[in-house]
């Protein structure tokens, strides 16, 4: 895939971002995403723990090279930040979401089996059988989609009639085609040492080194995003015209309309009691107290 396609706004298309830093923020604000997929024609929707991580990787042949840009349009209806190519030197700067858990989850169970169909269809190509694997060159061996989600709600937008109350909000959505991570260790440790990473910020530094028992139990997805939407609203509510004469008349005293910010708030921490001797760090300190800091700031800013 070249380019990412925009899952364009049907409506308040004025709120509307379609590129991957707008997305990532709201990915890495979030500490849980829900995932949606089919399973056995039946819609299914999880809560999971989501990295959205943009790499570097080789451009396909024959793609056009235009320089990398951070925060600007890149040449689809203003989407930018994956697929884009560093000029001259065959070099992608491409967006996917890493999704994690046990191997008998029913989402990782779905894409090792799709994995292992298409594998066992591109062994029938190869030995020139197609054993209804495939027919006339088109694959049936269809991969996982999925739907991903990431919500933030930053205030409760209250105003003087019932259908005037609303949220401010900021929300990614994105659908993606789901693939194994097979093979590489060392690179499904970094991925794992990342999502610990994104819970708490250097976690990873201050604590025992990953088990290799655990990692063996660890199954990893990676969605290649096919196409994604930002959406987020801000400020005070809109007061909508009324007929005094139809919809009776105005309470008394007026309705009070405004925004109540609203932001997660992290406590302080609660000891476990599972290792004798040790101490809150600084690091986790900092984080609380930075992350509770900016989630406030933001739900106040949005709210005028």
């Known amino acids: 895939m070249s380019k990412l396609e925009p899952a364009t706004l049907r409506r308040y298309q004025e709120r509307g971002l379609y590129d991957i830093p707008s997305a990532k923020k709201v990915f890495d ?3 849980i995403v829900h995932v949606s997929y089919i399973d056995d024609g039946l ?3 999880q809560p999971m723990l989501a990295l959205l991580r943009e790499e570097w990787e080789d ?3 024959g793609e056009e090279h235009a320089p990398v840009t951070d925060g600007e349009t890149n040449g689809v209806n203003g989407v930018n930040g994956v697929n884009s190519t560093e000029a001259g030197h065959g070099r992608r700067k491409t967006a996917y ?3 994690h858990g046990h191997p008998t989850t029913r989402l990782m169970e779905l894409v090792k089996k799709a994995s292992k169909a298409a594998e066992a269809e591109e062994e029938a190509k190869t030995n020139g059988q197609t054993n209804g694997h495939a027919t ?3 694959s049936t061996a ?3 989609k999925v739907c991903i989600t990431a919500t933030k709600v930053d205030g409760l937008v209250l ?3 019932p259908n005037g109350h609303s949220f401010n909000y900021r929300s990614a959505m994105l ?4 693939e194994p991570v097979k093979g590489n260790k060392e690179f499904k440790k970094q991925i794992m040492t990342e999502v610990t990473n994104k819970i708490v910020p250097n976690r990873t530094a201050e604590v025992n080194p990953m088990a290799s028992i655990v990692t063996s139990m660890v199954y990893i997805v990676r969605v290649r995003i096919d196409r994604l939407s930002v959406k987020a609203r801000t400020g005070v509510p809109g007061i909508q015209p009324r007929n005094v004469e139809v919809d009776g008349p105005n309470v008394e005293p007026p309705a009070w309309a405004g925004v109540v910010p609203l932001w997660e708030q992290l406590g302080e921490p609660v000891d476990a009691g599972l290792t004798p001797g040790a101490s809150v760090s600084e690091n986790l300190k900092n984080f609380i107290a930075e992350r509770n800091a900016k989630h406030a700031a933001h739900a106040k800013k949005v709210a005028k």
């Open 29 to 31: 604000d979030s500490f």
């Open 97 to 99: 979401v890493y999704l």
């Open 175 to 178: 659908h993606g085609t789901c």
């Open 59 to 61: 451009a396909e042949e």
């Open 159 to 161: 105003s003087s009639a």
């Open 142 to 144: 269809e991969p996982v």
């Open 43 to 45: 819609p299914a929707c």
């Open 136 to 138: 006339n060159g088109h």
